[in-house]
C-alpha cells in the first residue's frame, strides 16, 4: 500500500507529539528524581522530593495521557481516521 502525503503528515504529527510527551516522561521520571535531593523546600507541608515522587509524578502520568488521547481524537478527526469514520 503506497502512502499519500496525508498519512505522511499524520503519521510525523503523532511521531512528533509521542516523542514531546516521552521527553515529558522522561524527565519527570528519572530528570526530577535524580535531583530530588536538591529540591529540598517544603511543598503542602511535605518536601517536595517526597511529594513528587509518591504524588507529582503520577499527576503528571494521568495528565499526558489525558492529553494524548484528546489530541489524537482532534487528529483523527481532521484527517477523516476517526472511530467510526467508515468512509
Known amino acids: 500500500m503506497q ?24 524527565v519527570v521520571t528519572f530528570v526530577v528524581g535524580y535531583f530530588a535531593r536538591e529540591l529540598s523546600f517544603n511543598f503542602f507541608g511535605w518536601p517536595f522530593a517526597f511529594w513528587m515522587g509518591a504524588q507529582g509524578s503520577l499527576v ?9 488521547a484528546n489530541k489524537m481524537n482532534q487528529m483523527d478527526e481532521e484527517y477523516g481516521v476517526a472511530e467510526g469514520d467508515d468512509e
Open 60 to 68: 503528571i502520568y494521568v495528565i499526558i495521557i489525558w492529553f494524548y
Open 3 to 26: 502512502l499519500t502525503d496525508k498519512h505522511r503528515e499524520y503519521w510525523s504529527r503523532n511521531l512528533r507529539l509521542t516523542a514531546v510527551l516521552l521527553a515529558i516522561w522522561f
